[in-house]
Structures are given as C-alpha cells and as structure tokens.
C-alpha cells in the first residue's frame, strides 16, 4: 500500500477574495502556512485578521481564489476540515444554561473528539471544583476564555486559529495558553495566530505576516520556536518588511517554492 | 446523523429544563390565549365547545412560533451557531435534534393546552386516540417546519417578526387537519372520518422532514 502524501501546506490561500454583501473582508490576499509552523497576523483592526481566520475555519467562503486547509478545499469537504480544524474567537461558543463542564463536554462529543482528553483539559485551565460545575453565564468573559480554550485543548485539532487570544485573560492563563501554543507547536500543529498587539506573542511564531485592507502588505521572520517542518512553499514573490518605529523598509526576496 | 440528533436534543432538553422557558413562559402564554379565546366567544359553553378544536391548534401555532425562537435564540448568544457549525457536526443530524427538542417540548404543551380546553370550554372527547395521534403527527410537523425556518430567519436581525410571517402560512395544512381530526373525534363518528386529515398530516410531516434534513445544511451556512 503506498504511503499517504501529507499536504506541505496547511493553509495556502491564493488571490483569495471574501465577501460581506459587496464589502470586502480580504481583498486577494495570498498566503502560506506550513505544516507545523507557528505565523502570527498582525495588523490594526479591521485589516482582516478576524476575517482570515474564519476563511482559513471554512466560516466564511471565498468569492474568487484558491483555498486550501491541510490539503483539503473547505467548501467541498466541509465537515473534514471543520472536524480538523479549531478557532479560539472573541465568541467563546458556550452555552449559558450549561455548566462549564457541560459545555466542554458537549463541544468535544460535537467535534466527535476523544471524551477522555475532557478532564485533563478542565484540569490544565484550573476548570475544575466548583467552577466545573457553574453555569457558563455565570462566568466573567476571563473565564469564557479558558473555557473555549479548555475546548480547543481537549480537542486538539491540527491546525489552531487564535483570534486575539491573549484578551480578556489574567497573567496566569496568559502563561498557559503560551504553553499549550508551544506544546502544541513541538508536537507539529499549526497555528494561526492573529494579534494587533503583536508584543506578547512573537515569542511563540517563527514569522509574522501584516495584513491591511485585507491583503498581505508585510512580512518578518520572527525569533520563535514555531519553525514547521517545512519551508512556506510560497510560489510568488513576496514582499518582506522589517518594520521599525517611523521608518518601514522593504526588501523584494524571491522564494523557490 | 442519529448520534448528532441524540446529542443536539438532549444538549436543548437540557438547556429547557435548567431554564424553563417553555413551562414558565410558553406554557402560560398558551394557556392565558385560550382564556382569551373563550372571553371573546362569550359565555355560551356550545358556541366554546364547538369553536374549540380551531382554538386549541390556534394557540399550539402560537406558542409553536415562541418555542421555535426559543431554540434559534439558544444558539445565537456567544456565537454558539458558529460553535456548532466549526464543531462539523452533520447539518441532519443538527435539523433532526433541534426538531425532536421542539417537538418534546410541543408535547408537553399540547398536553396542558388540551386540558385547557376541556376545562374551559367544556369540550367533550370521544375518540381520543385520534386526538393522541393528531397531535403526535401535528407536532412533529410544526417542529419540522419551525426548525427550518427557524434556521432561515436565524442570520436576520428581523428574525422575530419575520419567523411568524414565514411559519404561520407554511403551517395551515397542520392547523386545516388538526381541527377536522379533533371535530371528529369529539363528534363520536366514525374513526374513519378523520383518517383522511392524518394521512394528510402524515405526508405534510414526511415532506418537511426530508426537506429539513436536505435543506438545513446550506441554509445555515448562507443565514
């Protein structure tokens, strides 16, 4: 039996285009993410971060261009993709009448994920006691967080998007989630991380991308661990930008896919 | 499909039973519209008696359109629907669940509603397996079609106005049968004179059904 290829790419999007009515939410914007690595999106807000990580989730669909997520097209193996996929988003998809273990419980048996990973990730969360048992609407927006993210742990999908994932989260849970980043990330999962505080997070990726007006207009190879297995097979030039404080320059580099 | 359905009902019946919303709020909605029925109608217990099998299916409409919203509301805080859609669960098994959870809660309804009546109005049951059964075959109909366009109108900042718009027309077959099963057997006839209205309610439960299990997928994801 001949071994299966696994993709190089986890996520390659080419002169992608998405659409809100007639607004756009990303204005052909091409991207490659490696298997394996660890990218952080930054821009100000409304550049289209949000938007491309619910692109990359199979949320939103593409009006022209070329998606592809672990290998597969989103808009025809939906459910593949959705099922491999995880996306920590300023909605924490909880709900209120539920407790909390309920709610991890639910979303992992949903995901048609591993029921015996529940309680290790209550427990990583310090979801446990009392607090496992309290009403999601009970929660402050703090706790939401590490709920979702309790749920993005037991699942452990291969490709993690997190939307600005260090708010609303103390110290304490801001040092856990780097630690499940970089857990992660060792044991060769992508993430996709979006920011417009890109400060706290570059210790965690090996590049970082900036998209504004929903296109890629800069990117910087970073000092984090997030390597990936491969190279980014970009087939396209890119433009590289090392940004400093006042003063942008740019540099054209031509990658070999 | 039927491990997703499972899961989505007991996650909604569980949800119901913490909140309560359909015994503290849809029942007695329900209950107070069938009083305000029979003060409309006035005092003569006939003219209530008669009137009652349109009335009883009336309300059952009415507090189908809030359990309905009820179910879409659930999953439209902290963008639950978005959860759901990301989790990939079957988009059948999602439509199934959610219309088993209505119609459990439909159920119950009718059962308080039917008591209503027969209190009230003083209406007098004969057949009542063919009032069992109009209301099984009923509901599963009305939670068939509320669910999906429940879904339709999910996405839509006018959901709650435009849901009744959507639903109460669609619903009138159910209505159109349910009564002429229950004035036949609260008439005493012969069983066979309401055979004709449950077949009509079994077809229009089969033919939403399949459309619910076909359509829900690409509606939620364009609502």
Redesign the interface.
Known sequence: MAPVALPSSAVSLRDAVALSGRFPLLAGIDLEVAVGETVLVEGPNGAGKTSLLRVC?G?V?LASGHLSVLGLDPSRN??????R???L??????????TVR?NVR??V????GDVSRIDPACERWDLVGRLAKT?AGKLSAGQ?RRVALAVLTARWPELWLLDEPHAGLDASARTLLDRAVLEAAAVGVTVIIASHESGPVEDLASRAVTVTGGRVTAERSLHGVGGGSTQPALGTDVQIADVHVGHVKEARVAHVA | MWRDAALIAGKDLRIEGRSRVALSQVAPFGIVALVLFAFALGPDRQVMAKGAPGLFWVAVLFCTVLAIQRSVSVESSDGASDGLRLSGIDPAGLYLGKAVAVAAQLIVLEALLAAGVVLLYGARIAVPWMIVVSCVLGTIGLAATGTLYGALSSGLRVRETLLPFLLLPIAVPVLLAGTRIWQAAMAGGTPSSGMAWLRLLLVFDVVYLAAGVVLFGPIQETA
């Open positions: 989730a949320l669909p939906r459910t593949v993709v959705r099922r996929v995880g996306l988003s300023h909605a924490s998809h909880l709900y209120d009448d539920l309920e639910f979303a048996r949903a995901a048609g009403s939401r």
